[in-house]
């Protein structure tokens, strides 16, 4: 129990730690308070819902029903009022010949509602079409419960006659047994009682994502500090005692990690539940889960706070699940780079796991048993379903819970065996492993420069060269698997973009006048066929027939309303000239300041230079460093340098493989073409070729990498301790990057990164000089640091 | 000679040196003190790991903050802790050191096995760090202290942690260097530096007590003992207070 106490005293205690919790947690609020004008879903307020929640508080199922739509009803009667009225107004006579037309059909509402919609309350939202959509929703909601016995009796009868209709070719007889089990599980669903609840409360309860990326940093630091800081800090000396003893310390470990994990949930997603209590408000806790439109297929027979804690509980399993990996990974290797490079690696071969396994192939079992699907709670409940690994069939549920659960005994169990182990090591038993580490790939070499000692720290002592390896393939399976094909409106344009490629002549004015002449001309045929078709000389299936023709040459219209947008421009501007943009305008970052491709960069930069820097502190060689000629000014130069050409190649791999991807998706023709070519550029001197541009924008874009890597390397210099260090270089680089993703936002944090800027403002350019400068700064800081 | 003038030093507002004043020529010397005296401080100072607060230390008469490298040069310092790479070989990380002390291109590989002799670690050179024993961590440190043969060489708590044997082969190597130059040996424990050090620097919360001769120590703390009576003599009673 002490040890208990005294290991998650030293995660409390642990200032940084707390510091980066209470900041995320924080942030977590924020967000809840902003998530709507973030990710704007619709203009329908917490509020309308909590309305809505109360006013259907202890009424039964038939009287919910009635009392929703009585409110959709008048709310689109009344819209429909105000469409007439609308359209009456119309200076075309046809419309105001519909709008009367309108009138005549709706004739009973039109009256009844008439006096109302002068001046109608809108009771929920506060205007007339956010309440209509509001209440359709609520609509949707309601049929899709109330008709939940219907659709149960659909799923039954459905199944029943596919199993008549199989009988005769019973080869894949492990899908008839999914469908008869699947009927089963729905058939003893139907005496469940459904009344139902607005769903909006427990869908936002349960389905916040940033939460989740929340709580895994949180998980992540802290099963960190449970091993690695002892590790680095060489405490495990004290710590060894006798057999029993360490088995009581990691016992204690994993049950401090359990318990924390625990508390972690609580408070985020705790956090989250009284926020959405508060502000949604809640109906009926009672009332079965499959009261929630969003569960009506959902085959577990729990009430809606059942539901909620059975959420969260499996939440804190996959949590735990996850943290126990980490634990382990931790415990069994050595730097922190290794089991961030493992970490890696594992959430990679989950991700591809995730995406390759298909949904309805054999083996559909690995779709979802993976840390990525894993993550979506809900998902293991809102739908019954059997999952298959080749002949086997088992419930979703069930499995995926059983599964996570032995996965958490396995990571257990391991993790003691490893922990004793890394105890009793003195005598090293494996003797591969030890002929292993043996293996020296540089018997017989001598260093003469402390350039090439740097560089053999980076590379084989913190494993980069393994890093950079593993990035190597991974870029290379993304560019594997990238698609090339362009998309119908892409390739017609890209067609007509090769045709007119060049300068502006007569010939090319020709063709684009010709082409604008055709589709006047096929809208002209279109409209008298219209017309036709009005006075009744065409029925509407002859004038359907006639006016495809049309319609076909019309469809690109919209696509060659570029092209004439830029014909215009070209005229207007004598120095530009025809160029095929799509492809430039992605390499420019043009519409999106950020690419995934910057993403991949940073995280392996940061895992890669980050230990580099600290390793003389960790291991405490930095006395012996300090007390050398070419201890101090001359290492930091080296290692700065080495860093920068380290980096420099995986700049080059990224920036090369995507300049290739969008070279083979789309080209990039016309390099020698002025820069103004490419109309968002259009205030860039017109002396300047799109080569040029491309050249500055990369030399800004490299001279802003390496202040990203000053900048990683100022940070751990900074914090002296690995994990604090990645933490933070993290938070600050790659945050920015995920909002600009999720957000689009269009004002970069980052926006040195995207010298394009330009295209707004010249004045961008200052930027330049700027990031020089403050290069110049961090790399005198770093230097100085490590004097 | 190495020239120590009214040292001071604190952390905080604790006073962890008290003005430190001493002259050190050529031969070993043995810095005594408990836990917490202070000697890591004064020879974290010397070495130019941490600055003085105020007062000087001269290197033949010239500061060594003005000195700088060419002090650097002629320094050896053996660190309290095991700071070593584990990734490293033995010989790398020897190798490594001498890179960073500037020996000459063409001696390095004569100095690594000189001083790899010295300290009997010849059939282990080439083994990673990682794998090493206490004892023979400590003896790697110990070479890369003494590789490029400096002037003034320093060894904090050579023998911590280490078993007996260990501890008397330590002591042995470090009686076996040449006495041309100056050796500073810190220690708490007192046979370390018995019969070994020419003269013992006694150090007590942050105040050099003595400067002198063992056999003088002997005469005037413990008349019929030995070294060890003296260090108890001298802080036993100061544990008291
Ligand atoms: N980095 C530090 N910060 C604060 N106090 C320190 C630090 N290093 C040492 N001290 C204090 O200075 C005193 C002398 O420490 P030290 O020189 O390591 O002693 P010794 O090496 O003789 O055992 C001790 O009381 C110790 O607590
Ligand atoms: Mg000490």
Redesign the interface.
């Given at each position: 129990m002490k040890i208990i106490k005294y290991e998650l005293l030293k995660i409390v205690t642990n200032k940084l730690f707390i510091f980066i919790f209470l900041v995320l947690w924080f942030i977590n609020f924020i967000f809840l308070n902003y998530h709507n004008y973030l990710v704007p879903e619709n203009d329908i307020s917490h509020k309308a819902y909590k309305l809505l929640v109360s006013d259907l508080k202890g009424k039964n199922n038939l009287d919910k029903g009635i009392f929703i739509n009585d409110l959709y009803q008048r709310a689109k009667a009344i819209n429909i009022i105000y469409n007439i009225q609308n359209y009456r107004k119309s200076d075309n006579p046809l419309m105001r010949e519909y709008a009367d037309a309108l009138r005549d059909e709706n004739k009973e509402i039109y009256n009844m509602y008439y006096e109302e919609s002068k001046n109608p309350i809108w009771k929920y939202t506060g205007n007339s079409d956010t309440e209509l959509v509001f209440l359709e929703i609520i609509k949707t909601e309601y049929d899709i419960v109330n008709n939940y016995h219907k659709s149960l009796n659909n799923i039954l009868d459905e199944s029943k006659t596919i199993e008549n209709v199989s009988i005769f070719n019973s080869n894949d007889n492990v899908s008839l047994k999914s469908i008869s089990k699947t009927s089963d599980v729905y058939r003893s669903m139907l005496n469940t009682e459904v009344n139902y609840e607005v769903g909006k409360t427990v869908e936002k309860i349960t389905s916040l994502n940033i939460t989740d990326f929340f709580v895994l940093i949180i998980i992540f630091i802290f099963s960190m500090i449970l091993t690695l800081e002892e590790k680095e800090k060489n405490l495990l000396i004290i710590i060894k005692s006798t057999k029993n003893g360490q088995f009581t310390t990691i016992v204690s470990k994993i049950v401090a990690l359990f318990i924390s994990t625990c508390l972690i949930c609580i408070l985020f997603y705790g956090m989250n539940f009284l926020y959405y209590y508060i502000t949604l408000g809640c109906g009926d806790f009672f009332a079965t889960v499959q009261s929630l439109s969003m569960f009506t297929l959902s085959t577990i027979k729990v009430n809606i706070l059942e539901y909620l804690l059975m959420f969260f509980m499996s939440k804190c399993l996959y949590i735990f699940l996850l943290s126990l990996l980490i634990f382990y990974l931790s415990i069994k290797f050595n730097s922190i780079s290794e089991v961030l490079l493992i970490l890696f690696i594992i959430i990679l071969i989950n991700f591809i796991v995730y995406k390759g396994v298909d949904v309805t192939s054999n083996i559909n079992l690995f779709h979802s048993f993976n840390l990525i699907g894993l993550i979506n709670t809900n998902e293991i409940f809102r739908i019954y379903d059997n999952l298959r690994f080749y002949n086997m069939i088992v419930s979703k549920t069930s499995i995926l819970l059983f599964l996570q659960v032995v996965l958490i005994f396995i990571f257990i169990i391991l993790s003691i065996f490893k922990y004793l182990k890394n105890m009793n090591n003195d005598l090293r038993v494996n003797k591969i492993i030890l002929k292993l580490k043996e293996f020296k790939l540089f018997k017989n070499i001598r260093f003469n420069s402390v350039f090439s000692f740097e560089v053999y720290k980076l590379l084989f002592v913190n494993k980069s060269l393994m890093i950079i390896i593993i990035f190597i393939l991974f870029v290379s399976y993304n560019f594997k698997n990238q698609n090339f094909n362009l998309s119908y409106n892409e390739d017609f344009y890209k067609n007509y973009m090769d045709v007119l490629s060049g300068h502006l002549d007569k010939e090319k004015e020709e063709i684009i006048e010709n082409t604008l002449n055709e589709y006047d001309k096929a809208s002209k045929q279109l409209s008298e066929i219209q017309e036709k078709v009005k006075s009744g000389e065409l029925s509407n299936i002859e004038g359907m027939i006639v006016s495809q023709p049309y319609e076909d040459v019309l469809a690109t219209r919209s696509i060659f309303e570029k092209i004439e947008y830029k014909y215009n421009y070209i005229k207007e501007n004598p120095n530009a000239s025809f160029v095929y943009d799509t492809g430039y305008n992605k390499l420019f970052r043009v519409y999106k300041s950020v690419d995934f491709y910057d993403i991949y960069l940073i995280i392996f930069t940061v895992i890669s230079i980050l230990a580099l820097f600290i390793m003389e502190y960790r291991t405490g060689v930095i006395q012996i460093l300090n007390t050398a000629k070419n201890g101090r000014v001359k290492t930091a130069n080296k290692k700065v340098l080495v860093t920068v050409i380290f980096c420099t190649f995986l700049f080059i791999i990224s920036t090369v493989t995507e300049v290739i991807g969008i070279y083979k998706m789309y080209g990039l023709p016309n390099m020698d073409m002025s820069v103004i070519s490419l109309e968002v550029f259009s205030n860039l001197p017109s002396n300047m070729s799109i080569l040029t541009y491309l050249i500055v924008f990369y030399i800004v874009r490299y001279i802003s990498y390496i202040l990203i890597i000053l900048l990683v390397e100022y940070i751990s210099l900074k914090f002296k301790n690995m994990i604090f260090a990645f933490i933070v270089s993290i938070f600050i680089l790659l945050i920015p990057f995920v909002m600009n993703i999720i957000n689009n936002f269009q004002v970069n944090l980052f926006p040195f990164f995207n010298i394009s800027l330009v295209r707004y403002n010249l004045a961008y350019f200052i930027l330049v000089p700027i990031i020089v400068i403050i290069n110049v700064f961090l790399y005198n800081s770093v230097v100085k640091k490590l004097e | 000679m190495l020239e120590i003038k009214d040292l001071n030093r604190s952390y905080g507002n604790k006073l962890v040196l008290k003005n430190i004043n001493c002259k050190l020529t050529n031969g070993v010397y043995g810095l005594l003190g408990p836990n917490g005296a202070g000697k890591s401080t004064l020879m974290?100072i010397i070495?130019?790991?941490l600055k003085a607060d105020s007062g000087s230390i001269l290197w033949n008469g010239c500061e060594i903050e003005n000195l700088g490298?060419s002090f650097?040069?002629i320094?050896?310092?053996m660190?309290q802790?095991?700071?070593?790479?584990?990734?490293?070989?033995g010989y790398?990380f020897l190798?490594?050191?001498a890179?960073?002390?500037?020996v000459p291109?063409a001696d390095?590989?004569s100095e690594i096995e000189r001083v790899t002799k010295s300290v009997n670690l010849m059939d282990s050179i080439?083994?990673?760090i990682?794998?090493y024993s206490g004892g023979m961590k400590q003896r790697i440190l110990i070479a890369?202290a003494i590789i490029g043969n400096p002037k003034l060489i320093i060894f904090d708590e050579p023998t911590a942690g280490l078993d007996p044997k260990e501890r008397i082969r330590v002591k042995n190597l470090l009686g076996s260097l040449a006495k041309d130059k100056i050796i500073i040996i810190a220690t708490h424990i007192v046979p370390d530096i018995e019969n070994m050090a020419k003269n013992i620097l006694v150090l007590k919360n942050g105040v050099l007590l003595e400067e002198t001769s063992s056999d003088k120590l002997i005469q005037k703390y413990a008349p019929n003992g030995n070294l060890e009576d003296v260090y108890m003599s001298i802080f036993s009673n100061g544990e008291d207070l």
């Open positions: - | 974290n070495t130019t790991n490298n650097r040069e320094l050896g310092y660190p802790g095991q700071g070593l790479y584990n990734g490293f070989t790398m190798n490594y050191i890179v960073l002390k500037s291109k390095i590989k080439n083994k990673k990682g794998t890369s």
